[in-house]
T-cell receptor, first 112, second 111 residues
Framework: EAGVVQSPRYKIIEKKQPVAFWCNPI?????LYWYRQNLGQGPELLIR????????DSQLPKDRFSAERLKGVDSTLKIQPAELGDSAVYLC??????????FGPGTRLTVT | GQQVMQIPQYQHVQEGEDFTTYCNSS?????IQWYKQRPGGHPVFLIQ?????EVKKQKRLTFQFGEAKKNSSLHITATQTTDVGTYFC???????????FGDGTTLTVKP
């Protein structure tokens, strides 16, 4: 069974530029998460989807971050414009009806 | 909001020594999960505890959930070099589908 797929794996951009991350969850997993992980810290939830509905986006900085999950499968997370403090690893995770979250390899973003 | 604290932040042990990491929540949890993240990798699910006072074992790993469901621990007996990584706990709330991660304990093992 294929795991959670994320792309790109690495991205380097200049501040004020836009960037987008893509996630393909495990087939059949209705719940999808986007996390941000800073160095030396645990994953911090940005947004959670149940199918195509965003049910928890309280931690998403909505002035510059946006996300979508069209058709309840793939998801895209966008930052526009990026700031230096956005440098981090962006993790996507999915789960089915159980509590176990399956994480993707992440996208390491560097903003210069 | 819910906070999950983990101690210690780092632990260096000699191979064969035991290791314990502790997780404490500011609120009562419905469940707690433990994940392991290898250097350069992503978190991988280890186990979930749901019941008050629950103890589960996976080979050399022992997981406990406190009676008040506000704390948990992970104990590794006789560490091996393959145990290196960062161990995260994640506290969950009933029906919320949301877990709050601690900042992890990073274990290094000297052969």
């Amino acid at each position: 069974e294929a795991g959670v797929v994320q792309s790109p794996r690495y991205k380097i951009i200049e501040k004020k530029q836009p960037v987008a991350f893509w996630c393909n969850p495990i087939s059949g997993h209705n719940t999808l998460y986007w996390y941000r992980q800073n160095l030396g810290q645990g994953p911090e939830l940005l947004i959670r989807y149940e199918n195509e509905e965003a049910v928890d986006d309280s931690q998403l900085p909505k002035d510059r971050f946006s996300a979508e999950r069209l058709k309840g499968v793939d998801s895209t997370l966008k930052i526009q414009p990026a700031e230096l403090g956005d440098s981090a690893v962006y993790l996507c995770a999915s789960r089915d009806s159980s509590y176990e979250q399956y994480f993707g390899p992440g996208t390491r973003l560097t903003v210069t | 909001g819910q906070q999950v604290m983990q101690i210690p932040q780092y632990q260096h042990v000699q191979e064969g020594e035991d290791f314990t990491t502790y997780c404490n929540s500011s609120t009562t949890l419905s469940n707690i999960q433990w994940y392991k993240q290898r250097p350069g990798g992503h978190p991988v699910f280890l186990i979930q505890l749901v019941k008050s006072g629950e103890v589960k074992k996976q080979k050399r790993l022992t997981f406990q959930f406190g009676e008040a469901k506000k704390n948990s621990s992970l104990h590794i007996t006789a560490t091996q070099t393959t145990d290196v990584g960062t161990y995260f706990c994640a506290g969950g709330h009933t029906n919320a589908g949301k877990s709050t991660f601690g900042d992890g304990t990073t274990l290094t093992v000297k052969p």
